[in-house]
Every structure is written in C-alpha cells, then in structure tokens.
C-alpha cells in the first residue's frame, strides 16, 4: 500500500510557471506506475501525464505536451509534474495517483492509490 500527498499547487498568471510534487509513503515506490490526473467541478477526471516504474518512458495527454514535464526520484519517493506556459484552462484540482499494473497510462480505474490532491488556479 502506498500513500500519496500532493504540494505545489497556487494561483499563477497566464504563461507562468508551477512545479508540482507527490510524495509517496511505503518502500515500494519504485514497483508503481505514477501518474497525474486533473479534474473541474462537474467534470470528470482527466488524464495529464504519467511515468514508468524507472522513469524511463513518460505519457502525456495532449493538452499538455509540450508544456508539462513529469519526472520522479524513486530513492526520494517523490514524482513531481513541471508546468509551463499555463493557460487558464489548466485550472483544476490535480492529483497524483499509482498504479500497480505495468503500463496503464490514462486509464483512470487502473490506478490503486490516490492523494488527496492540490488545487491550481490560472488567471488570464
């Protein structure tokens, strides 16, 4: 079992910055597959990036490409989402979650564990 916590999030202008992070709980980080995950009140959760067990091949949604750098440090237990030239439509609550399974990418029921996510906030 794992634990996850989110930190990071904020209010940034338009074409700012925001570095968030995840920290895991366990010694058994290195054996999840790690992703973040995005969603706005009345939606429902949207996929944003995720990353390999050794951090070796990274998935990113579209939206993002480009702009969202995903990464972890297994011996911290740590995952951290890099956010770039945010727009306004990046505003949400964003979570991280893991996974136990091998690669499931974007699919949101495939993931075990969730934090309690961070709410970022973009103005234009």
């Known amino acids: 079992q794992v634990q996850l916590v989110e930190s990071g999030g904020g209010l940034v202008q338009a074409g700012g910055s925001l570095r968030l992070s995840c920290a895991a709980s366990?010694?058994?980080?290195?054996?999840?597959?790690m992703g973040w995950f995005r969603q706005v009140p009345g939606k429902e959760r949207e996929f944003v990036a995720a990353?390999?067990?050794?951090?070796?091949?990274?998935y990113y949604a579209e939206s993002v490409k480009g702009r969202f750098t995903i990464s972890r440090d297994n011996p911290k237990n740590t995952m951290d989402l890099q956010m770039n030239s945010l727009k306004p439509e990046d505003t949400a609550v964003y979570y991280c979650?893991?996974?136990?399974?091998?690669?499931?990418?974007?699919?949101?029921?495939?993931?075990?564990?969730w934090g309690q996510g961070t709410q970022v906030t973009v103005s234009s």
């Open positions: 990353i390999s067990r050794g951090g070796g091949s990274t």
């Open positions: 366990g010694r058994t980080f290195s054996s999840y597959y």
């Open positions: 979650a893991a996974s136990s399974q091998l690669a499931p990418r974007a699919a949101t029921g495939a993931y075990d564990y």
